[in-house]
């Protein structure tokens, strides 16, 4: 076993940090205060290749492997949040699906402007009265003149306001439940795709996060992405990736708050010495480095594992629960060892403190990973 990056990550990891120390981290403050969408980084990202990091080359992309993908999002996330989520999302939620369910056509037409980063793409899976449950689809498609007539509402989808290209997922057979799911390629000026409003939100400000209305919008038969009726499956094996997307957020996020506490706790004095001299605080210390080493870990082992053309669902899970879970605590421990400090804006732990809580929730909540941990565990036990 070896615990050694290979030269074209370790390139990757550097490029990452350099860029977000030098071009992210400047512009995350004014990005979260004014709810701005990072178009400027987007374009920058998509120059380095990161828009679709893991997408062959001849359709557009960088070639690159999912322990790179997790290194670049992990130094992109401990600057921006909101960035690192708008690229996850074009990656792994839009690029992904394509790349591994779509045909050559649509390929052709839609992966290589996504993963050129020309295009930006969002997911609609999730609707109002269908979060954890996403088999409960109630958007319609109804088979029409060459391709089908969709009617539904989604509900709180990344990129929704930006987004050129979405994937929406719609029951064709209604009666068959997750078996009648079927997904579709969706250009969003189409008629028929309406953003409907956009959320305000406590954390991720500069990610838009929309809630959109279909209404008899047609789509052409071969804009259905795989199978008919195969779509659960799309949406189920496209997160078994977001949640690697999402661990690495999560875990630059985490990265971040812990940094910044160790630079206040040395420079920070009290009763006679540095804060970072009392022991209290380095118990504290010792817990988050634990935490941040051990949801790194598991979030490179899910990708190597994506990587090596294994099952990953089991290692997803744990990687973006261990890391979410890490990030929310960590980033509260951060924010106390601040002090008052934590708690206002000139430092950027409160920010790293609220953006830190979706990451518990979006792509499956904690509570869904825990459901797909224990399933594919007694699987594993051949208890189930
Ligand atoms: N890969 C491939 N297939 C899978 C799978 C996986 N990881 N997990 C399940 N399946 C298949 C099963 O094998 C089963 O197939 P068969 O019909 O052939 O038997 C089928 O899917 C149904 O599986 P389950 O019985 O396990 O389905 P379920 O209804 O109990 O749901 C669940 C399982 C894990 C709870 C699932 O609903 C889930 O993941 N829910 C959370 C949804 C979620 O993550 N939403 C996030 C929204 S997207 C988002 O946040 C994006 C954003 O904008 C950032």
Redesign the pocket.
Same mark, same amino acid.
């Given at each position: 076993m070896r615990f050694e990056l290979t030269d074209q990550q370790k390139m990757v990891e550097e490029t990452a940090r350099d860029f977000a120390k030098n071009e992210v981290a400047p512009r995350a403050k004014e990005i979260d205060e004014k709810k701005e969408f990072p178009v400027d980084l987007i374009k920058k990202l998509a120059e380095l290749g990161f828009m679709g990091m893991m997408v062959p080359v001849e359709y557009g992309g960088a070639g690159m492997d999912t322990v790179s993908y997790v290194l670049a999002l992990e130094n992109i996330s401990a600057a921006c949040a909101s960035t690192g989520?708008i690229m996850?999302?074009n990656n792994s939620?839009v690029c992904g699906p394509i790349e591994k369910f779509g045909t050559e056509e649509q390929k052709k037409k839609y992966l290589t402007p996504l993963a050129r980063g020309e295009k930006l793409g969002?997911?609609c899976?999730?609707e109002p009265e269908a979060?954890?449950?996403?088999?409960s689809q109630k958007t319609r498609a109804v088979k029409k003149d060459g391709g089908y007539i969709l009617n539904g509402v989604k509900n709180?989808?990344?990129?929704g306001i930006e987004a050129d290209v979405a994937i929406v997922f719609a029951m064709t057979e209604p009666e068959k439940?997750?078996?009648g799911i079927t997904a579709f390629i969706v250009e969003t000026d189409w008629k028929g795709f309406t953003i409907v409003k956009e959320e305000e939100k406590l954390g991720i400000r500069g990610s838009s996060?929309a809630q959109i209305a279909i209404e008899d919008l047609f789509v052409p038969e071969e804009n259905v992405l795989g199978n008919p009726g195969e779509g659960?499956?799309v949406?189920?094996?496209t997160?078994?990736g977001?949640?690697i997307g *999402?661990a690495s957020q999560a875990l630059g996020i985490a990265r971040a708050a812990f940094e910044e506490a160790l630079e206040f706790v040395n420079e920070r004095r009290a009763f006679g010495q540095r804060v970072v001299d009392f022991q209290g605080i380095q118990w504290t210390i010792a817990d988050m480095s634990l935490r941040l080493e051990a949801s790194r870990l598991l979030t490179l082992k899910a990708a190597w594992y994506k990587d090596q053309g294994r099952r990953y669902?089991l290692e997803a899970a744990m990687a973006k629960l261990h890391a979410s879970e890490t990030a929310m605590w960590l980033t509260t421990k951060a924010l106390q060892l601040h002090g008052g400090y934590g708690y206002v804006k000139d430092y950027n732990v409160e920010r790293h403190f609220r953006d830190a809580k979706i990451t518990e *929730?979006?792509?499956?909540?904690s509570e869904?990973q825990r459901?797909?941990i224990a399933?594919e565990t007694l699987k594993l036990y051949n208890y189930i």
């Open positions: 989520v996850s999302v939620l969002c997911f899976l999730s979060g954890s449950d996403a088999a709180f989808i990344t990129n439940r997750h078996r996060t659960f499956k949406a189920m094996n997160l078994d977001g949640r *999402i669902t *929730i979006y792509e499956g909540t869904i459901l797909v399933r």
